[in-house]
């Protein structure tokens, strides 16, 4: 089946440093990837979609500038967290897409990244 | 517009009880529903889905979903929990008709507790 991989799983950052947050579909390619946060105990919030090719379009609250989306290839998109700070601490999930836009075909997730922002 | 209501935050049952979790959902489409089992820090995992046809969904792991129209409902069960069944569901919606993206809408999310 899809299989969609994230890395790194785990992260721990300085405060004012950058972090960058790979998501890959392994044996399909996914012209769009989306982007989750998971605070804990908490639901899955949609940051982003990652579109390849070109902007990634961005949920009503999250800054474009802070979280920064690539969507270079097929089968890789990155999440980038610039100037990280404590309060971006969180489980950062990535989804893709097997399939037409147009089915009910599944989103497979990753397993997901931690960051832990000091 | 769609959203989804997961009733009880945490849900407890003994091991080899029936386990029932609730999910409401509100569209203004039809929808299609989808639970999701998360084990700790990892993502997410496809149970089932509900997209048309048969209203009663078979899943992995003895999960099924009832998908009721008039009560606007999409329930999880399982005749007999395992402890292995410890984790948390996340019951999702998607418009048939999306406009730009098929974005899925989470619930909040139901813990499962089973004990021996």
């Known amino acids: 089946g899809a299989v969609v991989s994230q890395h790194p799983s785990w992260v721990i950052c300085k405060s004012g440093t950058s972090v960058k947050i790979e998501c890959r579909s392994l044996?399909?390619?996914?012209?769009?990837m989306f982007w989750y946060r998971q605070f804990p105990k908490q639901s899955l919030m949609l940051m982003a979609t990652?579109?390849?090719?070109?902007?990634?379009?961005?949920e009503q609250g999250v800054e474009k500038d802070k979280f920064l989306i690539n969507h270079a290839s097929l089968t890789l998109s990155t999440l980038t967290v610039t100037s990280a700070h404590p309060e971006d601490s969180s489980f950062y999930i990535c989804?893709?897409?097997?399939?037409?836009?147009?089915?009910?075909?599944?989103?497979?997730f990753g397993a997901g990244s931690r960051l832990t922002v000091l | 517009a769609q959203s989804v209501t997961q009733l009880g935050s945490h849900v407890s049952v003994s091991e080899g009880a029936l386990v029932l979790l609730r999910c409401n959902y509100s569209?203004?489409?039809?929808?299609?529903l989808f639970w999701y089992v998360q084990y700790p820090n990892q993502g997410l995992q496809l149970l089932l889905k509900?997209?048309?046809?048969?209203?009663l969904v078979k899943g992995i792991n003895g999960f099924e979903a009832e998908f009721k129209k008039s009560e606007t409902s999409f329930h999880l069960t399982k005749p007999s929990a395992h402890m292995s069944d410890a984790a948390e569901y996340f019951c999702?919606?998607?418009?048939?008709?999306?406009?730009?993206?098929?974005?899925?809408?989470f619930g909040t999310g139901t813990r499962l507790q089973v004990f021996p």
């Open positions: 509900y997209t048309t046809g048969a209203t």
């Open positions: 044996d399909f390619q996914a012209t769009t």
């Open positions: 990652s579109n390849e090719g070109s902007k990634a379009t961005y």
């Open positions: 989804s893709a897409r097997a399939g037409s836009l147009s089915g009910a075909n599944v989103l497979t």
């Open positions: 999702a919606v998607r418009g048939t008709r999306s406009y730009n993206t098929d974005k899925l809408i």
């Open positions: 569209s203004s489409v039809p929808p299609y």
